[in-house]
């Protein structure tokens, strides 16, 4: 404990026991009105204190970072009509899908999906709408439905690289969605003047397809198993829906349905025994 300090120290003495305790502010006896205090001199800060004003900016909007206006949705598939009805070669059908701009799906697709295999097939297989793998590869049944296909048509001796394959839609809807009117509108004269110009003897119809080609509500589990004819402009195609292998991956049970489907098909497919 410390011992009270004696009034005989000299001052000296007294300050540096202060300081030896720690002690570094003095407090007077009586209070200070710091608001009373004259005020410290402005000081002009330095070079590198002084920060420079921040210049304002302004953000884009979206129209603004598009690099091509939006067109209407009913004037595009006008459009799509002139554009696909002035084809005159398959050739230039892919060349028209790949120049064709102002369409969301397409921007938003990563490949354009057009066809593979033969164009002078009599068998044309049309697929549904672009899944990831064929949005990815740019080739109609890719991936593992691709491989299920195969031995689908080979059961009915059927080679499908003897075949022409197709797409419903050139671009993947985003997230695999399903198509609004409005996209199927602007599609459907590049898939009807495709098969027009493939001139193919029959259809197949996978799927989603089905519907979307003949304009039908109904889904393929009431269209399936049953020939149609369908209208491409000036070509009338004999054509015959079918559960999609991707379908039939998901759902096992109903391979028993297609394989009787397949058996209904095989005699009237040409080339086939």
């Not at 054509?239 to 009237?268: C, G, N, R, V, Y």
Request: net charge negative.
């Amino acid at each position: 404990m410390m011992r009270p300090m004696q009034m005989d120290l000299q001052d000296k003495q007294i300050l540096d026991f202060y300081c030896e305790a720690g002690v570094d502010e003095v407090i007077g006896d009586t209070p200070v009105n710091h608001f009373d205090l004259p005020s410290a001199p402005a000081t002009t800060p330095s070079i590198q204190e002084q920060k420079p004003t921040p210049v304002r900016t302004t953000r884009p909007t979206p129209s603004s970072m598009r690099h091509s206006p939006a067109i209407p949705g009913g004037e595009l598939a006008e459009t799509a009509k002139k554009i696909a009805a002035g084809c005159s070669s398959i050739d230039e059908l892919k060349q028209a899908l790949n120049s064709f701009d102002g369409f969301f799906l397409k921007k938003m697709a990563t490949n354009t999906v057009f066809g593979e295999g033969d164009p002078a097939s009599p068998i044309l297989l049309i697929d549904r709408a672009p899944s990831a793998e064929e949005d990815r590869t740019g080739l109609p049944f890719a991936g593992e439905g691709g491989l299920l296909l195969r031995k689908m048509l080979a059961a009915i001796d059927l080679d499908v690289e003897t075949t022409y394959r197709i797409s419903a839609l050139p671009w993947r809807p985003p997230g695999g969605k399903t198509p609004t009117k409005e996209e199927q509108a602007i599609c459907l004269p590049f898939l009807k003047r495709h098969i027009e110009l493939a001139n193919p003897q029959v259809g197949i119809l996978f799927g989603e397809a089905a519907s979307f080609l003949s304009d039908q509500k109904a889904g393929i589990n009431r269209l399936r198993g049953k020939w149609m004819d369908v209208s491409c402009n000036s070509k009338s195609v004999r054509a015959f829906p079918i559960f999609h292998p991707a379908f039939l991956m998901e759902h096992p049970a109903s391979k028993k349905t297609a394989w009787q489907d397949l058996l209904t098909l095989k005699p009237d497919l040409p080339g086939i025994a």
